[in-house]
């Protein structure tokens, strides 16, 4: 049980570093969470920003579960517990690990417990668990962010790609050694993102959702400097 506790809050403490807001204040000079829609994630690291802090933002916020659900989740003290009958037990260790990371990133001890929406932490778990099914989901958020310049819309289509693409090779293909945790547990984490975006979508739907203008370095908020 030691190794569980030891995983979780090592998780935790990782996705808790605010990578958007150390972005802001060390390298322009600004508290991120003051500007644009007052969240501290990669989403208006983008807007406020520009593409440069967003993509450092976005590289730090997946880089924080991908080392939780592939690394800290390696972790032995002692033995993991049994009981898990119906689901592989290193599977779910490395689930929760990923979450614990995603908590972290949206209520940060380091920031204050106020974050950011997880979006790209919740990724970076997911590459750690399932890398091709992630690499699609990726590539889905990508082709979405460049056509559409809406970051939420991107999340949101790459959030709802992930537990289909997993329904899919599973249940329809028959994959070996996808255990069945990492379906049920996407699911619970798409309707959490989707709930977390509930004030994108109904921008969305009003039609007053903020567009990325360009992917240049924002113009206008920098201070002190540039990355």
């Known amino acids: 049980m030691l190794t569980v506790v030891v995983i979780l809050v090592l998780s935790y403490l990782v996705g808790s570093i605010p990578a958007s807001v150390w972005v802001g204040k060390m390298a322009y000079g600004i508290d991120l969470r003051q500007h644009g829609s007052g969240n501290a994630g990669a989403t208006n690291a983008f807007r406020v920003l520009g593409w ?5 933002a976005s590289f730090v916020d997946l880089g924080k579960g991908l080392l939780a659900a592939g690394i800290i989740a390696t972790v032995r003290l002692d033995p993991l517990p049994v009981g898990f009958g119906f689901w592989e037990v290193e599977s779910v260790v490395r689930l929760l690990a990923g979450m614990a990371a995603v908590i972290g990133h949206m209520y940060p001890i380091w920031a204050g417990f106020k974050g950011g929406k997880g979006v790209s932490t919740t990724a970076g778990m997911l590459l750690a668990l399932t890398p091709g099914v992630m690499l699609l989901t990726l590539g ?10 809406y970051v939420s819309v991107a999340s949101l289509s790459a959030t709802a790609v992930y537990p289909s693409a997993i329904a899919i090779k599973k249940y329809a293909m028959h994959a070996d050694g996808l255990d069945a945790s990492i379906f049920v547990f996407s699911l619970v984490l ?15 739907l009003a039609g007053t959702e903020r567009r990325i ?15």
Do not use: P, Y
């Not at 440069?52 to 450092?56: D, F």
């Open 190 to 204: 798409a309707t959490s993102i989707f709930i977390a975006h509930r004030s994108n979508i109904q921008r969305l």
């Open 52 to 56: 440069k802090a967003g993509a450092v």
């Open 213 to 227: 203008l360009t992917f240049r370095a924002a113009r206008g908020m920098r201070g002190r400097g540039e990355l």
């Open 140 to 149: 889905v958020f990508a082709l979405v962010l460049f056509s559409s310049r």
